[in-house]
């Protein structure tokens, strides 16, 4: 009799979660890429990955009456540094700038309605805003779902109406702000198109490999 294979109940997958940063390719192919949705428009406490765990953690309630309007989370194996510094330096000009040190955030335009984050979404970049957090360059990328029937077919951030763009720039400029504070070091330096998106991620997927190392 023979003896059974020990191999042969062996899972055809690995038998953990990836980690949401460090374990997903950034890539989907074909001009889309994967994002990782911490946050979605209906949510009044803000998550945010756990560094460490890649567990989706409560960070805080959101203070204040502002929601962020699109799906929100970031692009894996992005990381914000020297790369991505310099290039928000040589666009908008100043010193002192540097990275965040987080990954790179993305905005995601969608129809449906989500009821909760922690899940990774297809999208593809159509522009950007290049937002400054006191001497931090912390870009936040604009994209649509991968296939969404309402915005899928936009290509380049010009497709967005001014209100949109508009409820995306109060969100950034006031998520932080106190009542009682009137000197606030947030700025949107620039609102950027598909091309510079493009270049934006690939720095901060150079800077990801510069501190982590390269990655399957």
Same mark, same amino acid.
């Given at each position: 009799?023979k003896?059974k ?17 460090h374990?997903?390719?950034?890539s989907?192919?074909?001009?889309v890429? %994967?994002?990782f949705?911490e946050?979605?428009?209906t949510?009044?406490?803000k998550?945010?990955?756990d560094?460490p ?13 502002s ?10 194996? $992005? ?16 010193a002192?700038?540097?990275g ?9 335009? $969608? @129809?449906? $309605?989500i ?10 970049p ?8 006191? %001497?931090?360059?912390d870009?936040?990328? +604009?994209?649509?779902? &991968?296939?969404?029937l309402?915005?899928g ?12 763009m &508009? ?9 932080k702000r ?7 070091? +947030?700025?949107?330096? @620039? +609102?950027?198109?598909?091309a @510079? ?6 720095l901060?997927?150079?800077d ?9």
């Amino acid at each position: 009799m023979k003896s059974k294979d020990p191999k042969s109940n062996a899972a055809p997958f690995p038998l953990f979660q990836a980690h949401p940063w460090h374990g997903v390719p950034p890539s989907a192919g074909d001009g889309v890429y %994967n994002a990782f949705i911490e946050i979605v428009p209906t949510d009044v406490v803000k998550y945010e990955i756990d560094k460490p765990s890649g567990q989706l953690r409560l960070d805080r309630p959101q203070r204040f009456s502002s929601l962020c309007p699109t799906l929100y989370g970031f692009i894996p194996q $992005t990381y914000c540094g020297d790369q991505v510094a310099a290039r928000c330096v040589a666009r908008i000009g100043g010193a002192s700038i540097e990275g965040d040190g987080d990954p790179l955030d993305v905005c995601v335009l $969608t @129809e449906k $309605t989500i009821v909760h984050g922690g899940f990774l979404a297809r999208m593809r970049p159509i522009g950007g805003l290049r937002m400054i957090d006191g %001497n931090q360059a912390d870009d936040k990328i +604009v994209a649509v779902l &991968d296939s969404d029937l309402s915005y899928g077919h936009w290509e380049d951030i010009a497709a967005c109406p001014p209100g949109l763009m &508009d409820r995306l720039k109060h969100y950034f400029l006031s998520y932080k702000r106190s009542p009682e504070v009137s000197d606030h070091s +947030v700025r949107i330096a @620039e +609102v950027y198109d598909r091309a @510079e998106a493009l270049k934006v991620i690939e720095l901060s997927l150079a800077d990801y490999r510069a501190e982590f190392g390269v990655r399957k």
